[in-house]
C-alpha cells in the first residue's frame, strides 16, 4: 500500500505499469453506457474538427517552406488529442485499443465491435455538427479564399491515394496516434500527458498520415466548399469549381474512408494495443491475480495490558469462517447475484479456474453498474466486467483488535492533524463523540490470504462475535424476553 501510494505521488509508472492502466483503459473504453459513449464520441468528432480548423489556419498563406509550415500545422492539430484525452471525448482511433480488453477476455467480440461502432457513429455526428456551423460562419472566404482553398487541395489531395497507400498511411497515423496515447499511461499528471501528445501526432499530420476522423471532417469540408461556393469565391482565386469535381462522397468513402479506417485498426488496435499486450502478457494463460493490498495495521493501539492480551488471544486465524461461496471471473452477473443472495451475503471472492484470488464482487458492484445503465444492464455482463481488482485482505494471524479497529476507526478523521502534527480542525466534540459520529470507507469483510491463497472470510459479524465476551456472559433466550417484558411494564 506504500509502495502504491508512493508511486502515485511520483506520478511515474514503469513500461509493465503502464500496461496495466491500458488494459483499464481498454476495460473502460467497452464500460460506458450507449448513451453516454455516443455523447462522448460526438464531442471528440468536434474537437478533432476544430484542429483541422486550426491546422488550415495556420499552413494558410505561410512561406516558411513545405516542412516547417507543414510541422506548424502539426503542432496546431496536436490540439484534437489533447482536448480528446483531458476533456474525456470518445475517439475512435484511440477505441481501437479496446482489442486488449478483447484479448484478456475482459470482454466479448461483438461487445468490442459494437462499442467500435458507436464511437465511429458518434465522431461522424461531431464532424458534421462542426462541419454545419464552420460552413455557416463562411470560414472558406478568410484570407480572400486562401482558406478555403487551402482546405480544397488538402481535401483533394487525400482521394489521390490508391487503396493500398491509403490503408498504410493509416496504419502509420494510428500507430502514432495511440503511441502517444499509451505514453499518457506513465503519468497522472495533465500537463506531462499533454506535452507527452505533441510531437507524435504533429509527425503524423506533417508527414501526411492518415487519420480517419479528421478526414470525416476534412473532406465533407472539401465537397462543401465545393458545392456552395459562390461564383465570386471561384473569380477571386482564378480557379474553376471543375477542378475538385472528384470531390464527392463515393470518392470520400472508398478511395479514402474505408481503406484509412481498416489501417487505423491495424495500426492501433493490433500494432500497438496487441503488440504490447504480448510482450508484456503473453505469458498470461490465464485471468491476472488480483492486486493485494494489505491494510495498515502499524498505528493500531493497546491501551492496557487486558487489551493487550486479548490482541495476542483473539487472531483471525479462530475466527475466521470458511470461504464456501466463491465466485467465478466469467459468470454472469444476474447468476453471480443469485448466489449472493441465496446465501444472504453482500459480496464475494473471485477465484480463477486455478483457485487464484482475481477480484471480488460486491452487491455495490451491481447497484453502480445498473445506475451507470439506467437500470437497463448488459445483458452479457459477466462478473469480472464489474469486480474489484484491488482486494484488501488480512492474514489468519491478525489480530482481530486490529481489524475491529481498522473496520470502525479512521485515525485521520478522528485525529485530523497536518503532516508536521498541527491541528487542521478544531471541534468541542469529545473523542468518544467523535467516534461515533464518523463515517468510515471500510470494507465490512475480508478475505483472508496466506502465501497468496484463499483461506477464509472474516466479517463485521465475525468480528463482533469474537468480541462479545467483553460485555459478559451470554444472556439467553428466556432472559432475554424477560428483560424486554419487564421494560414494556414499566
Known amino acids: 500500500?506504500?509502495?502504491?501510494?508512493?508511486?502515485?505521488?511520483?506520478?511515474?509508472?514503469?513500461?509493465?505499469?503502464?500496461?496495466?492502466?491500458?488494459?483499464?483503459?481498454?476495460?473502460?473504453?467497452?464500460?460506458?453506457?450507449?448513451?453516454?459513449?455516443?455523447?462522448?464520441?460526438?464531442?471528440?468528432?468536434?474537437?478533432?474538427?476544430?484542429?483541422?480548423?486550426?491546422?488550415?489556419?495556420?499552413?494558410?498563406?505561410?512561406?516558411?517552406?513545405?516542412?516547417?509550415?507543414?510541422?506548424?500545422?502539426?503542432?496546431?492539430?496536436?490540439?484534437?488529442?489533447?482536448?480528446?484525452?483531458?476533456?474525456?471525448?470518445?475517439?475512435?482511433?484511440?477505441?481501437?485499443?479496446?482489442?486488449?480488453?478483447?484479448?484478456?477476455?475482459?470482454?466479448?467480440?461483438?461487445?468490442?465491435?459494437?462499442?467500435?461502432?458507436?464511437?465511429?457513429?458518434?465522431?461522424?455526428?461531431?464532424?458534421?455538427?462542426?462541419?454545419?456551423?464552420?460552413?455557416?460562419?463562411?470560414?472558406?472566404?478568410?484570407?480572400?479564399?486562401?482558406?478555403?482553398?487551402?482546405?480544397?487541395?488538402?481535401?483533394?489531395?487525400?482521394?489521390?491515394?490508391?487503396?493500398?497507400?491509403?490503408?498504410?498511411?493509416?496504419?502509420?497515423?494510428?500507430?502514432?496516434?495511440?503511441?502517444?496515447?499509451?505514453?499518457?499511461?506513465?503519468?497522472?499528471?495533465?500537463?506531462?500527458?499533454?506535452?507527452?501528445?505533441?510531437?507524435?501526432?504533429?509527425?503524423?499530420?506533417?508527414?501526411?498520415?492518415?487519420?480517419?476522423?479528421?478526414?470525416?471532417?476534412?473532406?465533407?469540408?472539401?465537397?462543401?466548399?465545393?458545392?456552395?461556393?459562390?461564383?465570386?469565391?471561384?473569380?477571386?482565386?482564378?480557379?474553376?469549381?471543375?477542378?475538385?469535381?472528384?470531390?464527392?462522397?463515393?470518392?470520400?468513402?472508398?478511395?479514402?474512408?474505408?481503406?484509412?479506417?481498416?489501417g487505423n485498426i491495424v495500426g492501433g488496435g493490433v500494432l500497438v494495443g496487441l503488440s504490447y499486450w504480448s510482450i508484456f502478457s503473453s505469458n498470461k494463460t490465464h485471468q491476472a491475480t488480483a492486486t493485494i493490498i494489505t491494510p495498515d495495521f502499524s498505528n493500531s493501539t493497546v491501551l492496557n495490558k487486558d487489551n493487550a492480551m486479548l490482541q495476542e488471544n483473539l487472531l483471525v486465524n479462530d475466527y475466521m469462517r470458511p470461504a464456501t461461496t466463491t465466485l467465478q471471473p466469467g459468470m454472469p452477473v444476474a447468476q453471480a447475484l443469485d448466489i449472493l443472495m441465496k446465501e444472504e451475503q453482500s459480496g464475494a471472492p473471485v477465484l480463477s479456474s486455478d483457485n487464484r484470488l482475481v477480484g471480488f464482487f460486491s452487491v455495490h458492484d451491481a447497484l453502480v453498474d445498473l445506475w451507470c445503465n439506467d437500470y437497463m444492464p448488459d445483458a452479457e455482463c459477466k462478473v469480472q466486467d464489474l469486480m474489484k481488482h484491488e482486494i484488501q485482505t488480512v492474514s489468519p494471524d491478525n489480530s482481530i483488535l486490529e481489524i475491529a479497529e481498522y473496520m470502525s476507526i479512521d485515525k485521520n478523521i478522528l485525529y485530523p492533524v497536518s503532516s508536521s502534527g498541527i491541528a487542521t480542525q478544531m471541534t468541542t466534540q469529545s473523542l468518544t463523540e467523535r467516534a461515533r459520529t464518523m463515517v468510515v470507507s471500510r470494507p465490512q469483510s475480508f478475505p483472508v490470504v496466506k502465501d497468496e491463497q484463499l483461506v477464509g472470510m472474516i466479517s463485521r459479524h465475525d468480528i463482533i462475535k469474537a468480541l462479545r465476551p467483553v460485555y459478559g456472559s451470554l444472556v439467553s433466550v428466556s432472559e432475554l424476553d424477560q428483560a424486554q417484558a419487564k421494560t414494556e411494564t414499566a
Not at 474525456?88 to 484479448?103: D, K
Not at 455557416?136 to 482558406?147: A, I, K
Not at 480517419?212 to 458545392?227: E, K, R
Open 1 to 262: 500500500m506504500a509502495a502504491s501510494t508512493a508511486t502515485n505521488n511520483n506520478h511515474n509508472f514503469t513500461p509493465k505499469e503502464m500496461m496495466k492502466q491500458a488494459e483499464a483503459y481498454a476495460v473502460g473504453k467497452a464500460s460506458k453506457p450507449t448513451r453516454t459513449t455516443i455523447s462522448l464520441a460526438i464531442t471528440a468528432g468536434v474537437f478533432i474538427g476544430l484542429a483541422f480548423v486550426f491546422y488550415i489556419t495556420v499552413t494558410t498563406g505561410s512561406n516558411l517552406g513545405w516542412g516547417l509550415n507543414r510541422l506548424f500545422g502539426g503542432l496546431a492539430f496536436s490540439m484534437g488529442l489533447i482536448l480528446v484525452v483531458i476533456c474525456g471525448g470518445e475517439l475512435f482511433t484511440s477505441t481501437v485499443l479496446s482489442s486488449i480488453a478483447r484479448a484478456n477476455k475482459h470482454i466479448t467480440t461483438g461487445r468490442m465491435l459494437a462499442t467500435w461502432g458507436k464511437v465511429y457513429f458518434g465522431n461522424f455526428l461531431g464532424a458534421m455538427l462542426l462541419l454545419s456551423l464552420v460552413t455557416m460562419g463562411s470560414l472558406y472566404q478568410l484570407d480572400g479564399g486562401q482558406w478555403g482553398l487551402n482546405a480544397l487541395h488538402v481535401a483533394q489531395h487525400k482521394l489521390h491515394h490508391q487503396p493500398l497507400e491509403a490503408f498504410s498511411l493509416g496504419v502509420l497515423c494510428n500507430l502514432l496516434v495511440c503511441l502517444a496515447i499509451w505514453m499518457t499511461f506513465c503519468s497522472n499528471n495533465m500537463m506531462t500527458k499533454m506535452a507527452m501528445m505533441i510531437l507524435p501526432v504533429a509527425m503524423f499530420v506533417s508527414t501526411g498520415f492518415e487519420h480517419s476522423v479528421a478526414n470525416m471532417f476534412m473532406i465533407p469540408l472539401g465537397i462543401t466548399i465545393q458545392n456552395i461556393a459562390p461564383e465570386s469565391f471561384w473569380l477571386n482565386l482564378g480557379v474553376s469549381p471543375e477542378q475538385f469535381a472528384d470531390l464527392n462522397i463515393h470518392n470520400f468513402i472508398f478511395a479514402n474512408l474505408i481503406p484509412v479506417t481498416l
